[in-house]
């Protein structure tokens, strides 16, 4: 009986859990004026023209395009510049390293609204507004501090004597550091990139703030479909499942990492 109860409630649980998205696919295989004038829990006339439309349509498909390759271009970033610092406040103890720890994390802990106004000031002055680079650069903010964090912790686990026995081996230290310290912390890598997609891949006060045309991203473009006949609510759906789909993507070919890695406690 006991263990009834507690399956009733894991499908009840995912029932909630996954209707909403449900909903929004059975919204995006239907034309707006099904959605307005029939209430149906099935398409009874299920259609594609609303995904079409994003496909064809170069201001929809180009903003997708867009929001991929600056989430994309931010991971790369982050993990970049987080793996050596992370690795300084892990193997090494400086002047102020416990301050300028919280600093960073103080950083992820403030709104983007604070700092939008001078990236805006500072991209306008030096040309790089409407810009992936412009994007992928301010969402370093938030994402390098969680990077260094999650980092951090996975390497203080590695044991120093590897990095003893590799220069007494005669490691250099970029060598010593790509060969063989990385491989040992790919788990925690491969949740930090998970986060940072993700972190970047949700936010939008920023992307669309400093992008105009050229880079303007699929959450903004969405916000652009009020029309004199109101909302577009089958082509919002069809945009929402789409972006729903590289977010499922990372957890699919990460989920290995994500379970060791909050089972080591870090994140």
């Known amino acids: 009986m006991r263990i009834q109860k507690r399956t009733i409630a894991l499908i009840l649980y995912f029932v909630l859990l996954l209707l909403p998205i449900y909903w929004m696919l059975n919204m995006s ?20 023209k609303n995904y079409l439309k994003i496909f064809t349509d170069a201001s929809w498909y180009s903003g997708y395009l867009n929001s991929i390759y600056y989430v994309t271009l931010n991971t790369v970033i982050s993990l970049t510049v987080a793996l050596p610092a992370a690795y300084a406040f892990s193997r090494y103890s400086f ?20 700092f939008l106004l001078p990236f805006f000031q500072l991209y306008s002055t030096v040309g790089l507004i409407d810009t992936h ?17 999650i980092l951090e912790g996975f390497m203080s686990g590695v044991p120093r004597e ?12 970029p060598r010593f550091f790509l060969t063989v310290f990385v491989p040992l912390i790919r788990t925690g890598i491969g949740v930090t990139a998970f986060f940072c997609f993700m972190f970047s891949w949700v936010e939008l006060l920023l992307a669309r ?11 903004a473009t969405m916000t652009r479909t009020v ?39 870090r994140v």
């Not at 703030?209 to 959450?219: F, N, R, S, V, Y």
């Open 29 to 48: 295989l239907r034309t707006n004026a099904d959605i307005l004038t029939t209430f149906s829990l099935i398409p009874t006339d299920p259609t594609l």
């Open 95 to 114: 002047l102020g390293d416990k301050h300028m720890f919280f600093w960073l994390l103080t950083n992820r802990m403030a709104p983007p609204a604070v």
């Open 133 to 149: 680079i412009a994007v992928a650069i301010s969402h370093c903010l938030f994402n390098v501090p969680l990077a260094v964090w």
């Open 162 to 173: 590897i990095d003893e026995m590799s220069y007494i081996d005669g490691y250099s230290f």
């Open 209 to 219: 703030t400093l992008t105009t045309t050229d880079a303007k991203p699929i959450a």
């Open 227 to 265: 029309s004199a006949t109101g909302l577009d609510w089958g082509l919002l759906a069809a945009a929402g499942i789409l972006t729903i789909v590289p977010g499922a993507l990372v957890i699919w070919f990460v989920r290995n990492y994500i379970a060791k890695g909050f089972a080591l406690g």
